[in-house]
T-cell receptor, first 111, second 113 residues
Framework: DGGITQSPKYLFRKEGQNVTLSCEQN?????MYWYRQDPGQGLRLIYY???????QKGDIAEGYSVSREKKESFPLTVTSAQKNPTAFYLC??????????FGDGTRLSIL | AQSVTQPDIHITVSEGASLELRCNYS??????LFWYVQSPGQGLQLLLK??????LVQGIKGFEAEFKRSQSSFNLRKPSVHWSDAAEYFC???????????FGAGTILRVKS
């Protein structure tokens, strides 16, 4: 079945540590997105990529980094510069003239 | 700047009752509008979308929404709510030709039996 796979489902980070969240899609979509979700705030865009080897900052990119070396993969690194990383992270992809399709999310917590 | 307002943080309805979730948007161009639903700990599932044409759009699970340009609204409705509809609902507007989404803060729906 086609879809978006996010891993791991739960992730724990120690202070000062970088962690990487995985997002893989087999929908052949060009565009991919990372969102952060906090209670009562909806989803906020971190980074997005409309094509391989290109990506743009969203509204809350500080403390995060991404890469887009392959069409199907868009990993997100939460760096130690992100002082409040505890949140639910959602990855999405989008085909031409189509709505965004979401993965099941990764919950990141601080030890 | 673009924005989406969902005025109701929580709504409780009885099973079998009708439902309307409100959504107002601010966007200078013709909007692409969406409703998504999220169960706890899960991703978002698309309920319906409006790109153009008929202002009353039908979605999955018996939901519909009506686009009213004069009111900048895109309210979600369902004639008879089921207990399985309990979830969080998000309205979103697509900007930059739909390349990006701006989300509302969400409305949590509780269904009482």
């Amino acid at each position: 079945d086609g879809g978006i796979t996010q891993s791991p489902k739960y992730l724990f980070r120690k202070e000062g540590q970088n962690v990487t969240l995985s997002c893989e899609q087999n929908l052949n979509h060009d565009a991919m997105y990372w969102y952060r979700q906090d209670p009562g705030q909806g989803l906020r865009l971190i980074y997005y990529s409309q094509i391989v080897n290109d990506f743009q900052k969203g509204d809350i990119a500080e403390g995060y980094s991404v890469s887009r070396e392959k069409k199907e993969s868009f990993p997100l690194t939460v760096t130690s510069a992100q002082k409040n990383p505890t949140a639910f992270y959602l990855c999405a992809s989008r085909g031409e003239s189509q709505p965004q399709h979401f993965g099941d999310g990764t919950r990141l917590s601080i030890l | 700047a673009q924005s989406v307002t969902q005025p109701d943080i929580h709504i409780t309805v009885s099973e079998g009752a009708s439902l309307e979730l409100r959504c107002n948007y601010s966007y200078g161009a013709t909007p692409y509008l969406f409703w998504y639903v999220q169960s706890p700990g899960q991703g978002l599932q698309l309920l319906l979308k409006y790109f153009s044409g008929d202002t009353l759009v039908q979605g999955i699970k018996g939901f519909e929404a009506e686009f009213k340009r004069s009111q900048s609204s895109f309210n979600l409705r369902k004639p008879s709510v089921h207990w399985s509809d309990a979830a969080e609902y998000f309205c979103a507007v697509g900007v930059e030709y739909g390349n990006k989404l701006v989300f509302g803060a969400g409305t949590i729906l509780r269904v009482k039996s």
